[in-house]
């Protein structure tokens, strides 16, 4: 069976884009398609046992990669070479086809759901003899981008215990079940994954969407949310071998279909919290028992006849939190009473007061977060919440009782993340961006200032910070093909271990993740 993961293209084809276009009729371009690509990326481009072939699922790849990757097949997968059997101005053809976006949304309704689960080893059957002798709660989960594996990273010895492919393009933080054991990946593509820490083996997995933004997993361990780009849903899951539960389509208020932007779970509110990209609000989805129906006047902005919608009692019921603006990356507070956002407007940010159900606050974050960006601490015997921007090199730290900015620290360039521990007096940012994307910062929490700036691997990309389960050591990416987990004292800052690893992004350790440590993202 060909596998065709169209993903990657060397820069010396580009120029043949634009003559492809001529070229190439529609038709003859889809006839090439469904020649070469379908049988494993699916004739409508939603993937099969290849990744999806959209413009919305590519876009961490660039067109010249996607073409060598045509060209020169994928190595450690199914993906075989076409260099042989097409010309350049076929491959460009068909790369040029592959990011056009679907004339309509694709569905993939609860049917297709189930149709894709497998369950590779049902609960029962795991036992219970760990097939190690690590620290269960110092586990690492790492992800490694570069040839689509997780690495099990033991974060007492820092020695990998278990190494796995991965589906394609895993994406945002790996999630535990409460007590740790098992671990849910999600993947652009839309498959959820879940694996047995104790004794290494898979789970199951599921195809929630086409393509899929993050996963959140209830604090009681039995649900997990998936949000979605494609199609416009979010898909509950019964946490145990991932069978769908329920699939709800996003509607506003006001009518029209929205992109899921990301689903937290707000662990003291028995709730999941779900940010949308083309509606203004914030939804917020009960999993509670009994869930206590949040009186109407409580929803911001309704206007008559939305009151009906504003609240639906059903299982899972959805509150629509209705907002001035959009609120695209956030994070919230530790006791999930706030949601500290950036607005569309890119002027200021705002704070949403979950409780009330409306906007408390506006804020001078004029950069956009990451998700998952930001970190909270104790700063002279206030709350801080510190964020690095997207586009600016400058982290803000913002104070969370007055909403005021305390300071900003100018960086040497955008970052996307930054993190801490209780246990450690710095924090940890990287900058992702630019000339100095090889640079960490480290700052001190007391007096808000950059106190030593890193370079684990001078002239590549180093990113994304974990600590130990004790905060002695920070573990940092170096994101590069022939890249590495670089361990760090945290005191001394003085490199202990470097694990070469593929082009490795994030790094979730069990414990800090568990216990929703305020150095990192839950
Ligand atoms: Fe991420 C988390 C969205 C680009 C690496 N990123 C997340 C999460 C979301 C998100 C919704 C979920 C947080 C969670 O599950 O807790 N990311 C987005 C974007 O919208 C953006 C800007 C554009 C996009 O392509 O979707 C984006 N992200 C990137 C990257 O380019 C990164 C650096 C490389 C990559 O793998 O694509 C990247 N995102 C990450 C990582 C996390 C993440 C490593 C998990 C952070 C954590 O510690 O929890």
Not at 94 to 120: C, Q
Not at 143 to 159: A, N, P, R, S, Y
């Amino acid at each position: 069976m060909r596998f065709v993961n169209v993903l990657m293209m060397c820069a010396l084809l580009m120029p043949m884009a634009a003559v492809a276009e001529e070229s190439h009729s529609d038709a003859q371009t889809l006839a090439l398609y469904q020649q070469h690509c379908a049988a494993c990326h699916g004739g409508n481009r939603l993937g099969g046992i290849g990744p999806a072939l959209l413009p919305e699922n590519l876009r961490r790849l660039r067109k010249p990669m996607a073409a060598k990757t045509v060209a020169n097949g994928r190595a450690a997968t199914q993906m075989p070479a076409f260099g042989d059997q097409l010309s350049s101005e076929d491959i460009s053809a068909i790369v040029d086809f592959i990011y056009k976006p679907l004339p309509e949304i694709p569905t993939w309704g609860l049917a297709d759901i189930a149709a894709s689960r497998v369950v590779h080893n049902a609960l029962s059957t795991l036992g219970e003899t760990p097939v190690h002798d690590a620290d269960p709660m110092n586990l690492f989960t790492v992800v490694e981008t570069g040839d689509h594996h997780v690495t099990i990273l033991d974060g007492d010895t820092f020695e990998p215990l278990w190494r796995f492919p991965s589906r394609f393009a895993l994406h945002g933080g790996a999630k535990y079940s409460p007590d740790g054991r098992f671990v849910y990946l999600a993947s652009r593509d839309g498959w959820v994954s879940k694996y047995d820490l104790k004794t290494f083996k898979p789970v199951a997995e599921v195809r929630v969407g086409v393509n899929t933004r993050n996963i959140a997993v209830s604090a009681d361990g039995r649900y997990v949310m998936a949000g979605n780009f494609l199609p416009h849903t979010l898909v509950i899951l019964d946490a145990r071998e991932l069978a769908p539960i329920k699939l709800i389509d996003v509607v506003g208020v006001k009518g029209g279909s929205s992109r899921v932007s990301a689903v937290y779970t707000a662990r003291p509110r028995k709730s999941f919290i779900v940010a949308l990209k083309d509606i203004p609000e914030i939804w917020e989805i009960s999993y509670a028992d009994n869930p206590r129906p949040v009186p109407v006047g409580l929803i911001h902005n309704h206007e008559p006849g939305m009151q009906e919608g504003a609240f639906d009692h059903g299982p899972f019921p959805v509150r629509h939190i209705v907002l001035d603006d959009y609120v695209d990356d956030f994070l919230f507070d530790q006791d999930y009473r706030n949601l500290m956002g950036a607005a569309r407007n890119a002027r200021n940010g705002q704070v949403v007061n979950l409780n009330v159900g409306r906007k408390v606050a506006d804020l001078a974050l004029t950069g956009l977060p990451h998700l998952g960006s930001g970190i909270t601490f104790e700063y002279e015997g206030r709350q801080v919440f510190a964020t690095p921007h997207l586009k600016d090199g400058v982290i803000s730290v913002i104070d969370m009782q007055t909403w005021q900015t305390v300071k900003r620290i100018e960086t040497l360039g955008p970052g996307f993340f930054m993190r801490s521990h209780e246990n450690t007096p710095y924090a940890w940012v990287d900058v992702f961006f630019g000339p100095h994307r090889d640079a960490v910062h480290v700052i001190d929490k007391r007096k808000l200032e950059i106190v030593e700036t890193l370079r684990p691997e001078p002239g590549k990309t180093a990113a994304h910070i974990e600590f130990t389960k004790d905060g002695k050591y920070a573990l940092a990416s170096i994101w590069d093909m022939d890249g590495a987990i670089v361990v760090y004292d945290a005191a001394t800052l003085e490199e202990v271990k470097r694990i070469p690893m593929v082009k490795p992004s994030g790094k979730y350790n069990v414990h800090n993740k568990i216990t929703l440590s305020s150095g990192t993202s839950h």
